[in-house]
């Protein structure tokens, strides 16, 4: 193992900033697996999970049963991980901007056709490298005028070289899911069987600027634009919601980074015994997804549990209005649609309009876009 501390330029006089970088088997030509926590800093449970997985890499590695090349980031946001407002870690948005620590991950489609147009042939391996080579070109060019843009361009330069990226998060209080391309949901639907998780949402990543997009987004578009050459996918990435904010503990923690490797061992990037866990999946694109929102502010008491089949038009929840004449007054809240209760809030009292409730269902109820900005 080999601990790199990448240093992340100042944005204020006498501050410090660095990655820390876990590297893993350095094989020539063996493929690069990539895995972060943490890029929304208020998010833990991510972080917890790879201080579990790391020794186990360790072991790994010194058993010489590591196929891939694994680099490790266990946490991806130190500028996030310093909000810190009277006992809050406020991670999700950067206070400078308001800018979504993950958004704005996007690469330059059009110039990139332009670059790699005159290199490609019918040899996928060579196409593979060449494309490879000018995406990377593209994030050395990106600028590094604010600290974040020094974080985002830091991060690509390493896992945009993974042929796997596995981005850690969480949701508020929710059943495990996972986030993958439409394009490769065979892997995605592997990977949560491995997890255990219930739910696969399924995302047209070209409608994205979300981490996980910019990894897969080059290789679908390039794919539509020279249908005569050989194109692979060369890169599953996966966003992976390790349940909800408060799953943060050693048990949860172990299995899921066993979980994760036994992932692996079945990718044939290590060596091992392939085992498989024959689990309902429910598969969803992203459009069927119901983020359900609330009419009216008040507390709210959820008259359904998390892993609940709904239908739609059921009661999944009331709202206990507060400050009315007539005390104890309650509004409904519906499902838009049928199918599994994966997603509720975390906080007793909710705002007007709000995102409530998440179910995974089978008919299109909105546009596919994410379902927070």
């Not at 579990?52 to 590695?61: A, V």
Request: hydrophobic residues 40%; proline residues 4%; contains cysteine.
């Amino acid at each position: 193992m080999q601990v790199i501390h990448h240093t992340i330029p100042n944005s204020s006089i006498g501050t410090y900033r660095e990655l820390i970088e876990y590297q893993f088997n350095t094989a020539p030509s063996a493929p690069v697996v990539f895995i972060q926590a943490g890029l929304h800093a208020d998010e833990w449970p991510g972080i917890l999970t790879i201080q579990h997985l790391i020794p186990l890499l360790e072991q790994l590695e010194a058993d010489n049963k590591l196929i891939a090349n694994f680099r490790i980031l266990p946490y991806a946001n130190p500028i996030g991980l310093d909000q810190h407002f009277y006992g809050y870690t406020l991670g999700r948005l950067n206070r400078e901007n308001g800018q979504n620590f993950n958004r704005g991950f996007q690469l330059n489609l059009e110039s990139l056709v332009e670059t790699v147009k005159p290199q490609l042939s019918n040899d996928r391996n060579q196409n593979k490298e060449r494309i490879r080579a000018a995406i990377l070109q593209q994030v050395s060019d990106l600028p590094e005028v604010t600290e974040l843009q020094c974080l985002h361009k830091l991060i690509l330069s390493i896992s945009l070289q993974a042929d796997y990226v596995l981005d850690l998060h969480c949701d508020k209080k929710a059943l495990g899911h996972i986030y993958c391309s439409d394009h490769l949901q065979e892997t995605g639907k592997q990977l949560a069987s491995c997890l255990n998780f219930p739910v696969v949402i399924l995302e047209d990543v070209l409608e994205q600027n979300a981490f996980d997009g910019v990894h897969i987004q080059p290789w679908i578009w390039l794919q539509k634009q020279f249908t005569e050459y050989d194109i692979p996918l060369a890169c599953f990435s996966t966003t992976v919601e390790l349940r909800g904010k408060a799953d943060v503990n050693d048990t949860l923690a172990d299995m899921d980074s066993q979980n994760l490797i036994q992932f692996l061992i079945n990718q044939e990037l290590i060596a091992g015994n392939k085992q498989s866990r024959d689990i309902q999946l429910h598969i969803s694109r992203l459009e069927q997804i119901d983020a359900v929102t609330n009419a009216s502010p008040g507390f709210i008491n959820y008259t359904c549990q998390l892993g609940n089949t709904v239908q739609k038009g059921d009661k999944i929840a009331e709202i206990i209005l507060i400050g009315k004449d007539k005390a104890n007054q309650r509004t409904p809240v519906v499902a838009g649609t049928s199918g599994l209760l994966f997603g509720i809030h975390d906080l007793a009292l909710v705002r007007k309009g709000e995102v409530v409730a998440m179910i995974a269902g089978t008919e299109t109820v909105r546009e596919a876009k994410q379902i927070s900005d």
